[in-house]
Structures are given as C-alpha cells and as structure tokens.
C-alpha cells in the first residue's frame, strides 16, 4: 500500500520557515557524519524489509472477500488523503482571499474619508473664489499704485490659484483611486464566494468517503478474521509510516541551512524596506516643515497687506467699507487657522508611522536572535500532561515512544525550541517539529491540531497540540521521537 499524499504534503512542509542554525560543522566532519547515517539507514531499511515480506505472508492467507475490502480500504485512504488535503488547501486559499478583502475594504473606507474631506475643501475653495474673493481680487488689482505694487498683487493671486488648483487635482486623482478600490473590492468578493463554494463541494465529498469507510472498518470488525485483517493492515501502516517518518524528518533537516538563508534574506530585504520608508517618512516631514513655512511667511504677507489695506481704506472709505474688510479678512485666517490644523494631524500621522517601523525593525532584530544552546543528551520533559506510556521505544521495531492519555490532553514540548514545521497529514494527523539546539530534533506525532507555527520560540512545557488525530497511533494517543544529529535515539523522561 502506498500514501501518495505524503510526498505532496512533504513538498509543502519544506517551503515553510524553519528555525534559526544551532552550530557549524567542518566539511570532514559533515561527510562523517553523512556516512554513518548512511550506514544505519540500509541496516534499517533491511530490517524493515523483513518486516513486510512477512506481513505479506501473513496478508495473504486472507480471504478473497477480505482482501477485496482491504484493497477498498487502502483506495478509500488514498482517496480521503488526496480530498483531505485539497479541502487544507481550499481552507488556506479562503482564508488569503478573506485577508486580501479585509485589507481592500480597509483601504477603501480610509480613500472615501480622504475624498469626502477633499470635496469639503474643493466646496470650500468655490463658494470663496465665486462668491467672495472674485470682486476681492479684481479690486485689488486695480488699486495698484505702481508696476511693482501690480505684480506683487498678481504674484499673491497666482499663489492662491494654484493652490486651489492642486486641491481640485487631488480630489479628481483621489476618486480615481477609490474608483478602483471598489472595483477591486467587488472583484475580490466574487472571488471568495467562489473558494467558499468551492470548499463545501469538497467537504461534502470528504463526509461521504469517511463515511463509506467507517461502514467498511464496521463489517470487518463482525468477524474475527476481519479484526485479524485489520490487525495485520495497521502493523504494515505502521511499518510504512516508520519509512515516511524517516524521510519527513531527514529531508526536513536537510533543507534547514537552505531556508533559513533564505529567511535571512527575506528579513534583510523587509530591513532595507523599512529603511526606505523611514527616509520617506522624513521626507514627508521636511516638506510638512516647508509648508509650514511657507505658510507662516504667505500669511506674513497677507497681514502686511491688509494691515497697509486697511490704513488706506481707513483714509479714503466710510466705517462701513473698512468693516467689510474686516470681516473678509476674519475669514481668510480662519482659513489659514483650519490649513495649520490640517498639517498638524499630518505631522502626528507621520510621527505614528515611524514610531510603528522603529518597533517593527526591533520585532525583526529580535526575531533573529539565535536559539540558546542546550545539553545535547540528558533528561527531557514528559510530553504528554497527564499521560503514560503505552508502547515504550522499540517496540515491533517502531523508533519512538507511544503515549497515551485522558481525552483531549495536550501535548506539550519536552524542551526549549524552535518550530521547525507544523504540518497536517491524513495518515499521521498534525505533526510538529522543534529545533531543540545542539543536533537535537523532537517530533510530535498523531495530533488532532497544532497550537504552535512554523518559525514560534516555545518553552519546555509550552502546550504544542491535542492528541488524538492519527487513524494509525488510535485515539487519546500520539507519539513522541527524539533525534539526536538525525538518528532516532530512546529519549530519558
């Protein structure tokens, strides 16, 4: 029999983070090393072979009919695999889709409350020109007394225009962005209803195989032939799960040097990225500065100008006269008043920004931090809280420890560690890994979930999963392995 999924599911474990390096090895050393592993694995492999020519013998004193049902069975597992781990991936496909659709929906409400204060602004910016100043500026043009005074005056209404004119601009390329936002949200929202349909259609198809299954195991449990039968099948599971164990664990720690430069690399380019956005930040915050500047001396000018307005208004024109001006000078401060406001919340948004990249950058400092070496043999920490020991190491040649416990007990991590991969399989059930430091490497086997990640620094006794999760280890069990430079090794509790 065969698990074809255990390939597939291998290949995505090994494209997870795994943990930081815990020490170097000279090339000698390494191929040692590797030659002495190679030994063992065909001393091994040897053994396991003898182990299923003789199942075989034993398979087949069976019964056609019964063989006929295993043969069912073993296609049945195949088939539950192969949905079990496209409905995984269905899962993880709607959960990005829900992200993407947040994260649009976010942006969208934060592009419609720019647009709103904009068309606020803009509407501002009309009633002023059209309604007010239009008269304002005309007449201030024609009481120039000289050249020079007329192009100042002209140089004040060019200063006003344009900034009226960028402000339009912003509004018209503002609603083109929320235009696509929506458009984008509403592409996105076609997209997850599509993942979700999609998902229940293989859950529905993953029921009914479990289902035709458990009525399988059912009438094979009538007999006691069929009880033998299945005996004999779980032993050549086991067997077979022994082989896909070794090659989890190896390749696993194989790729480890290999990804882990790879996430340095990736947290070197989020580094320079972060770098790069706190100089744009404070670029934003020079040119916030200059505008203010420029504002303080734009606003500088326009009290010189009316204060020298006024005195000859006072002059030539009744009470009446200088109190309109008055009151339309009252109205371009509070104009002035309400653009300071604004460049103030601007300059307290940037300051949050850059205080959210500095703890960034220091989350990502600290995520690199090396693991603190450990004893590379000595006692470990009982695994499962309030279990025992079903099936010490070895034996039926099985090359770990399985424990047994009260139900929904939680496994827990014997040491100190980082999580290497944190992966489900039909056959094995959730699977975790630690990087223990110091060449050693524990596995979790037969869990019914994970509570860890990939790339998590858990401590001895921190909760990893809930057992109970493999068809081969049975219920309320699961199984412990501890490698020591690749080589499983009977752990001490």
């Excluded at 929906?105 to 059209?130: E, H, I, P, W």
């Excluded at 999580?419 to 975790?432: D, E, I, K, N």
Aim: proline letters at 3%; one cysteine or more; hydrophobic letters at 40%.
């Amino acid at each position: 029999m065969s698990y074809p999924c255990l390939g597939r599911a291998l290949g995505v474990t090994l494209l997870l983070g795994l943990g930081v390096l815990s020490g170097a090895q000279t090339t000698s050393e390494r191929l040692q090393q590797l030659q002495k592993d190679l030994q063992q694995q065909k001393t091994l492999n040897d053994q396991q072979a003898q182990q299923l020519r003789e199942l075989r013998s034993r398979l087949e004193h069976l019964t056609a009919q019964q063989k006929a049902t295993l043969n069912r069975l073993d296609a049945l597992a195949v088939n539950v695999a192969d949905l079990e781990n496209q409905l995984a991936d269905a899962t993880a496909r709607v959960a990005l889709a829900e992200r993407q659709l947040d994260d649009t929906t976010q942006q969208l409400g934060l592009t419609q409350a720019r647009v709103d204060t904009l068309k606020t602004d803009v509407r501002g910016v009309l009633n002023s020109l059209y309604r007010e100043r239009s008269g304002q500026y005309l007449a201030l043009l024609t009481q120039s007394k000289n050249l020079s005074d007329l192009l100042i005056r002209l140089d004040y209404a060019n200063m006003s225009g344009r900034h009226n004119l960028q402000v339009i601009n912003t509004l018209r390329s503002t609603a083109d962005l929320l235009k696509t936002q929506q458009e984008t949200q509403a592409r996105q929202s076609r997209q997850l209803k599509a993942l979700q349909a999609e998902r229940a259609t293989k859950l529905a198809a993953l029921r009914q195989k479990r289902t035709e299954q458990q009525g399988l195991l059912a009438q094979l449990r009538k007999s006691a032939e069929g009880q033998k039968a299945i005996a004999v099948r779980t032993q050549a599971q086991q067997a077979l799960t022994a082989q896909s164990i070794d090659q989890l664990v190896g390749q696993v720690v194989k790729e480890r040097a290999r990804i882990e430069a790879e996430r340095r690399r990736r947290l070197e380019e989020e580094r320079q990225r972060r770098e790069a956005e706190a100089r744009r930040i404070a670029a934003e915050q020079e040119r916030a500065r200059q505008e203010a500047i420029r504002l303080a001396k734009l606003k500088a000018e326009q009290e010189r100008k009316a204060r020298e307005e006024r005195e000859r208004l006072a002059r030539e024109r009744a009470a009446e006269a200088a109190r309109r001006q008055q009151l339309a000078l009252e109205r371009e401060r509070a104009t002035l008043l309400a653009r300071q406001q604004a460049l103030e919340r601007e300059r307290a948004a940037l300051r949050a920004r850059q205080s959210q990249v500095q703890q960034a950058q220091q989350q990502a400092a600290a995520d690199l931090q090396p693991l603190p070496a450990l004893p590379s043999r000595g006692p470990v920490g009982f695994p499962l809280a309030g279990g025992q020991v079903s099936a010490p190491y070895g034996t039926n040649g099985a090359q770990w420890v399985l424990l047994s416990g009260p139900p929904g007990a939680q496994a827990m991590a014997a040491l100190d560690g980082n999580v290497l991969a944190a992966t489900y399989y039909a056959s094995l059930g959730w699977v975790v890994l630690l990087d223990n430091g110091g060449g050693l490497v524990t596995g979790y086997f037969g869990l019914s979930d994970a509570a860890v990640s990939v790339g998590d620094r858990v401590s001895r006794g921190a909760p990893v999963g809930v057992i109970g999760g493999s068809p081969i280890f049975g219920a309320e069990r699961m199984a412990f392995q501890l490698r020591q430079n690749g080589t499983p090794v009977a752990p001490r509790f």
